[in-house]
């Protein structure tokens, strides 16, 4: 540049300085990302370079190009597969990572359109890679990945190794037609894989060989499961597809809809994206994705968002593309669950069970909505295999509740003075040895009255999964230890003859001036602990038995055992194959009970637990029970989508009351609880006749079962001639 800038020019050169340093820094993530699966960034930073770097291309148009990555999709295919040029580009996707962003795209539409509103299809955003299936007289002749949008790579022998990618497609296919759609891993298949890599990679550092690559996520894994060069290779892989599009088709008239064009292309034999849903306006369309947004980590694959599609074809020809991206379908994305930060340090602390467990101190950064500062670690194994170090800038992940996981380092970013951790070889609480156990990579403190042993076994005892009691948590208990108002779970039920000592401790009691001096007494704290204790006892048998704490014992094989025993002593004195037949138990399980009850100091514990009055017994209330199923003998099935609450949680419901719930239905079938967007199955029921009730039936049912039989009765008097 030789001329000099004048005052307004100054901002155009920041941001051309700016916008080119995006370019680079995009294009090189993009071959990280999509030429060696190997990213370095999470996808909410990636999307944050995008973002901006579209922004300012909008603002600064004469800085806009035509081989900007906002322009062009991925990275150019890699070297070694042949390369294959699409008939028709394959797009990218817009983003809206809220309602207003949604509402202003499709309102974006409506202007175009010059119309107010149409039908809309919502599909789960698989997060995988998407492939062109080319099929000729009902055979599959070529696959191809994307690449950059116009060419990808001849993938074709490796596609024919995924289950569900069909060779030979059944009833009567177009001649000749693509259909596209995402290969995935599902997340079960993931994990497993990986475990299998390290497994192997141990064999192979123990013989100092090369090891093989441990995927940093499904996205990634089934990427690189495509692209292996050995087609047997990705034979072995777990891997799906879903089919979510036609791409082009020759000689047939194909539907005039997308979800048609799925409905039809299942016929053929695909796959299509699961839960598919239809919607007549965008609000359907927007509780669908704020729905999906809470459910995300319900699914066997991994979702990074929902794709909401204009459903009319003829609508989508008319709306067109912009850049890389349609104008009819837009991605609402979910809050990312990954970010970058730094591992301070790597702490240990002592769980029920003795074990050392260590974890992460992370500088503090926001994931999934929240703030993270630490991030569990499991075991050494586990640190050693993923190899993390004190000082790493690492991914951390936080899926739904879980607590947050770090993933993987960075290891561009790793610092050059950085060494292996090392497992500290005395208990952080007492001091005691700490040793290995052999069967599961956990290192355990030897001391057997570890005082932190004791804190978190009480801890789990009275917390929410176990006893419930409320206002005995993490600090109370660790106060009345200290004043040695209880040394075990026993003595928690003497508590309430304690109510003295208690309120003088500063933290518990409460606080009242006595000629002019603090001083303390039992206040409504205590009491409220002492209502919490007394109510713990009638808690049952299957959170008793989760209290006590024996290893592998949680609580849905709990309440199954409490159910086909009935009494705490009937499961302690079972023997271990009695345990084990237990539908749900097994050997496991049941010799971790029976080597609990070898030992004496348990009775002990037990004895002094039913002498303080805690129900150890199953209570069968027998008059309860004819009331407790007023639907029997009648059969629901569910379709579409309910507001209120989930699909499966319905069916619980209704199933507790007594309901048999179906998955298709017949003339057998009493109702159909119909939500949003039913499709085929609420046709069916048409056809036949059936009763078919919505969201407010559903939830007038469950608060009132007795109302199903009285409809079902006025529905029979109003139609005498029946359906059948
Ligand atoms: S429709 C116009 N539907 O997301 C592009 N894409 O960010 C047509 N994807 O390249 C895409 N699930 O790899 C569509 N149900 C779905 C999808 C889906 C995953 C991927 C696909 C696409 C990328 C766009």
Known sequence: MSTAPTSGDAEVIAARDRVELLRGEILRHNHLYHALDAPEIADAEYDELFNELRRLEADFPELASADSPTQTVGAVPGRTFAVVEHRLRMLSLGNAFNAEELIAWRQRAADLLDREEWTYVTEPKIDGLAIALVYERGRL?????????????????????????????SGSPPPRFEVRGEVFMPKAGFETMNGEI???NQHRREQGRAELTLYANPRNAAAGSVRQKDASVTATRPLSIGIYQLGWCEDVVT??????TLEWLAEFGFPTTPEAARHDGIESALAACEQWTQRRD???????????????????????IVGREPRWAIAWKFPPQEASTVLEQILVNVGRTGSINPYARLRPVRVGGVQVTNATLHNLDDIRRKDIREGDTVVIRRAGEVIPQVVRPVLERRPEDSVEWEMPDTCPSCDARTVRNPDDAMYYCSNRACPSILQRSLEHFAGRGAMDIRGLGERQ?????????IEDAADIFDLPHKREQMGRIPSLGQKVKRDGEDSYEPGKRIENLIAAIERSKSRGLAFLLVGLGIRHVGG????????EFGSLDAILLAPAETLAAVDGVGPIIADSIVDWAMDGDHWWL???????????????????????????GLRFVLTGRFASMTR????????????????????NTSALFAGEAAGSKRRKAESLGLAIWDEDQLVQVLERPGLAAEWLREAAAAEPSGAD
């Open 141 to 169: 002749v070529q696959a191809a990945t994307r690449g950059d949008g116009r060419a990808g790579e001849d993938v074709t022998a490796n596609l024919r190794m995924i289950d569900g990618v069909p060779n030979q497609l």
């Open 198 to 200: 390290a497994e192997e």
């Open 255 to 260: 539907p005039d809809t997308h979800w048609e």
């Open 298 to 320: 319900t699914q066997p694959f991994e979702m990074d968002g929902v794709v909401v599609k204009v459903d009319d074809l003829g609508l989508q020809a008319d709306l067109g």
């Open 477 to 485: 208990i660790a106060l009345l230890l200290q004043h040695r108002l």
């Open 556 to 563: 849905e094989n709990a309440s199954l055992l409490a159910d």
């Open 606 to 632: 037990v004895h002094r637990l039913q002498q303080a009055g805690v129900e150890d017994e199953i209570q069968r209330s027998e008059e309860d029970e004819p009331a407790e199923t007023p639907l029997e």
């Open 648 to 667: 499966p949680q319905a069916e619980a419901q209704l199933k507790s009351l007594g309901a048999a719930v179906g998955s298709s239905v017949s003339k």
